[in-house]
């Protein structure tokens, strides 16, 4: 009887191996375990052995038994999965998941709207470096070594005595090692200064560099310029105000105001009661700067000016806090 079970055991094995479709599997079940199957009828015979045989054969027969029940079991399970496979109609033609598209940082997409207005404005858009030299963002702009007006730029130091730039301003002089006047240049770029962080101020930020050279060039210019530029950007009437200001490269320096977005110039908590937004930096290019770019300052004259782009940006979507654009946090970021 062992011989006969170990007979029934390899046979059924090997059937179910082969077992390629749910029917087949199904006969399979009902010739072994079946109420006439072959594993059921060895089964009934065990009670007619003798005594000391009945317990170690019913033990190996309900063995073979289990063994086959479980690999029925499994079989159906995996073949009724490659039935459900197979039955589902493959059509090739059917749309993709969209792939989900990224689109440009909120302080990029303002930037280009910034030089948009500028190229509107005939101006040539550049762009500096990151790492500068101490003679670029300081010397040549008139911001001797040792200078206290050097302090006025809290400056990240890098091996080598290079620096992270504080400012655009040294890719005005830069263009001009290339350029002659007339020029009207826009320089927008990332800029670096060593501050603490609060709503308002963040170590890396951006700034749009604007310089104009050519005969007559003058402070109206400067003003007019940066009106039509407010204007355009917010598609309003503002009205800008200029007061006086220190900056070592400029002479007279200005300090140029917006009036406030919110009040129109009544006072509110956004301009701190006093109607007007400081908005940037600005001058005519000082005498000493001209020369140094290779300029005549007996012929020409010129205006700069340099604002900060994340400040802009904030006003103009109404954001409270720099931080939240450098976090890289999808639901600030996909608003946009
Ligand atoms: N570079 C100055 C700053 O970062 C701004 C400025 C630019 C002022 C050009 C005048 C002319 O503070």
Not at 142 to 170: C, Q
Not at 317 to 332: M, P, Q, V
Request: hydrophobic share 35%; net charge negative; glycine share 8%.
């Amino acid at each position: 009887m062992k011989d006969k079970l170990e007979q029934i055991k390899n046979k059924a094995l090997k059937m179910l191996e082969g077992a390629k479709d749910l029917n087949f599997l199904q006969t399979i079940e009902t010739n072994l375990l079946g109420r006439k199957g072959e594993l059921t009828n060895l089964l009934k015979q065990v009670k007619d052995l003798p005594n000391d045989q009945k317990p170690i054969v019913g033990k190996m027969a309900n063995e073979v038994k289990n063994e086959i029940v479980d690999i029925i079991k499994n079989k159906i399970v995996e073949l009724s999965q490659a039935d459900k496979i197979s039955s589902t109609p493959l059509d090739m033609t059917w749309p993709g998941e969209p792939a989900e598209i990224g689109h440009l940082h909120p302080i990029t997409q303002f930037q280009r709207k910034i030089e948009d207005i500028f190229l509107s404005m005939g101006f040539e858009i550049l762009e500096g470096r990151e790492i500068e030299t101490p003679k670029y963002n300081f010397d040549l702009l008139n911001i001797p070594k040792n200078h206290p007006a050097r302090d006025m730029w809290d400056t990240f130091y890098l091996e080598k005595g290079l620096v992270l730039r504080t400012h655009t301003s040294p890719m005005q002089l830069r263009a001009m090692e290339t350029r002659k006047p007339p020029v009207r240049l826009l320089v927008p770029g990332r800029t670096f200064r060593h501050e603490a962080t609060d709503a308002s101020h963040e170590t890396t930020f951006h700034q749009y560099e604007g310089l104009v050279i050519d005969e007559n060039i003058s402070v109206r210019n400067l003003l007019s310029t940066l009106e039509s530029f407010f204007q355009t950007l917010f598609g309003k009437e503002v009205k800008i105000k200029a007061n006086g200001s220190y900056f070592p490269f400029t002479e007279p320096s200005l300090e140029v105001s917006m009036s406030c977005l919110i009040c129109h110039g009544e006072g509110c908590s956004v301009c701190k009661k006093t109607g007007w937004l400081e908005m940037l930096g600005a001058g005519m290019v000082h005498p000493k700067v001209l020369k140094n770019m290779g300029v005549d300052p007996e012929k020409y004259s010129g205006f700069a000016f340099g604002g900060g782009i994340e400040r802009l940006m904030m006003l103009y979507h109404g954001i409270d806090d720099i931080r939240l654009s450098y976090k890289g946090d999808l639901n600030y970021l996909e608003q946009f």
